[in-house]
T-cell receptor
Framework: DAGITQSPRHKVTETGTPVTLRCHQT?????MYWYRQDPGHGLRLIHY???????DKGEVSDGYSVSRSKTEDFLLTLESATSSQTSVYFC??????????FGNGTRLTVT | QKEVEQDPGPLSVPEGAIVSLNCTYS??????FMWYRQYSRKGPELLMY????GNKEDGRFTAQVDKSSKYISLFIRDSQPSDSATYLC???????????????FGKGTLLTVNP
């Protein structure tokens, strides 16, 4: 798991509620990423971070926000969850000059 | 035209077969090419990583990149039941992190190796 812990591993929530997913890394890497994986769409980038308090949008960022107050933690927030945000969410880190390494995901169901 | 095209399969082969997995892409800026293996309910795991055109071999796995044709392949020799997984191709224009290193993924090919 390349020193990445995602929590929770599973969550069921109701439409309209806020949800925060956490990604914790133990290796002090600068770059962190959030992806979602859906059947028929593959992995798509939501947001990424290039340092503490430095974040940018990916291709599917609408309805999501992120925060990074410490190097080791990257939080993904669904401000008002919708059924279209039911997905598996993966956090990834980018070791220097090496491809992305992924965590084991959070399976989110919005009812 | 999607940036990366990958046949979703499913692909079912007998143990010991040679497996060929492929992706095509349209973005000429892609320079770095990866194959990830993903077991059910797990995160993608890096399998092979290549830069530009050419071949790279690692044990039973060989990755090929043909930039002139915008085509990449992964070959698995002597396939084993433990190779049963979804294989994702991925590519990027740069490798320095941040916006240069946003990966574009294929949708994945589901492979089953039957004992």
């Amino acid at each position: 798991d390349a020193g990445i812990t995602q929590s929770p591993r599973h969550k069921v929530t109701e439409t309209g509620t806020p949800v925060t997913l956490r990604c914790h890394q133990t290796e002090n890497h600068r770059y962190m990423y959030w992806y979602r994986q859906d059947p028929g769409h593959g992995l798509r980038l939501i947001h990424y971070s290039y340092g503490v308090k430095d974040t940018d949008k990916g291709e599917v960022s609408d309805g999501y926000s992120v925060s990074r107050s410490k190097t080791e933690d990257f939080l993904l927030t669904l401000e008002s969850a919708t059924s279209s945000q039911t997905s598996v969410y993966f956090c990834a880190i980018a070791p220097y000059n090496s491809p992305l390494h992924f965590g084991n995901g959070t399976r989110l169901t919005v009812t | 035209q999607k940036e990366v095209e990958q046949d979703p399969g499913p692909l079912s082969v007998p143990e010991g077969a040679i497996v060929s997995l492929n992706c095509t892409y349209s973005n000429s800026a892609f320079q770095y090419f990866m194959w990830y293996r993903q077991y059910s309910r797990k995160g993608p795991e890096l399998l092979m990583y290549t830069y530009s055109s050419g071949n790279k071999e690692d044990g039973r796995f060989t990755a090929q990149v043909d930039k002139s044709s915008k085509y990449i392949s992964l070959f698995i020799r002597d396939s084993q039941p433990s190779d049963s997984a979804t294989y994702l191709c991925a590519m990027s224009a740069g490798n320095s992190g941040g916006s240069n290193y946003k990966l574009t993924f294929g949708k994945g090919t589901l492979l089953t190796v039957n004992p």
